[in-house]
């Protein structure tokens, strides 16, 4: 499927009246367990692409040609649309930001996400003009071409401040973003109000807020169009390998290697590289 085709497929699902999941992976192998699931569209995470590569997120520890190789890879491997999670977009400024865009069409991405991050702890948020500057010249490179999201990092930073919030993703909205996103909005009140602040544009929300869990139904009937996983299907996993540490180390040799065989492993890629 071309570029276009993977692109226009991606902006389909946003136009739906009910929200759709969209899981992050980190692998060709995880792509792959959720293609056969049925999801219709796939995302990288930063913070488990990061996290793969023994570095840290929101720290541009992972370079814009490291994230786009990955997302290429996912691209060919899944056969669905991609979402970049590409944190602010990496480089200095907006027209580096552009170039990371047109380069991740050129990798055959259907979507990307500009976030307002700097990836300075002491200062983690870009100022106003400059995060909208920033998804501005992702957006004149993405129209027609690929989904962009508009990202605010306000809650995650502690910066619980709606208002501010609210101002960023109408003006990245404004600038011409086609998804807005404020990742751990801290109630479903707040979810509600960014909904309606920045309609007829759709929210993305990642999993939930910071206090509730609810489910893809609720999220869909307060107007959430799109869900994705962040870093959480990643953490599940190497949760899972803590668990069968502990079982290792105790001795326990069956409760530790249970789990899906090579034998599925290798059907699933097999499968894959017929169609």
Not at 42 to 48: F, H, R
Not at 157 to 178: P, Q, S, W
Not at 182 to 192: G, I, K, Q, S, Y
């Amino acid at each position: 499927m071309t570029q276009t085709a993977q692109y226009e497929r991606f902006l389909a699902l946003h136009q739906r009246p009910e929200a759709f999941v969209m899981p992050n992976v980190w692998d060709g192998l995880s792509a792959l367990i959720l293609k056969k699931a049925g999801f219709s569209a796939l995302a990288t995470s930063s913070a488990a692409l990061a996290a793969t590569l023994g570095r840290r997120d929101g720290r541009h520890a992972v370079t814009a040609a490291e994230h786009l190789a990955h997302a290429k890879l996912l691209v060919d491997v899944s056969g669905l649309p991609v979402n970049g999670d590409f944190e602010d977009g990496y480089g200095q400024t907006p027209d580096d930001v552009a170039g990371t865009v047109r380069a991740a069409v050129e990798a055959g991405l259907a979507g990307i996400g500009v976030e307002d991050t700097s990836g300075d702890p002491s200062h983690p948020i870009r100022d106003f003009d400059d995060a909208v500057a920033r998804v501005r010249a992702a957006a004149q490179a993405a129209r027609g071409r690929l989904v962009l999201t508009g990202r605010t990092d306000n809650f995650l930073h502690g910066r619980n401040d709606l208002d501010d919030t609210i101002r960023r993703l109408t003006a990245f909205a404004e600038a011409g973003a086609d998804v807005l996103f404020a990742p751990m909005p801290p109630d479903m009140a707040t979810v509600e109000a960014i909904v309606k602040a920045v309609a007829p544009k759709p929210v993305n929300v990642v999993v939930g807020t910071k206090t509730e869990k609810p489910t893809v139904a609720e999220l869909s009937r307060v107007g959430v169009k799109r869900i994705s996983t962040g870093s959480a299907l990643y953490t599940h996993l190497a949760a899972e390998l803590q668990t069968a540490a502990i079982a290792l180390t105790n001795g326990d040799l069956v409760a530790a290697t249970a789990g899906m065989s090579l034998r599925a492993v290798d059907a699933l890629i097999a499968d894959a590289q017929s169609e």
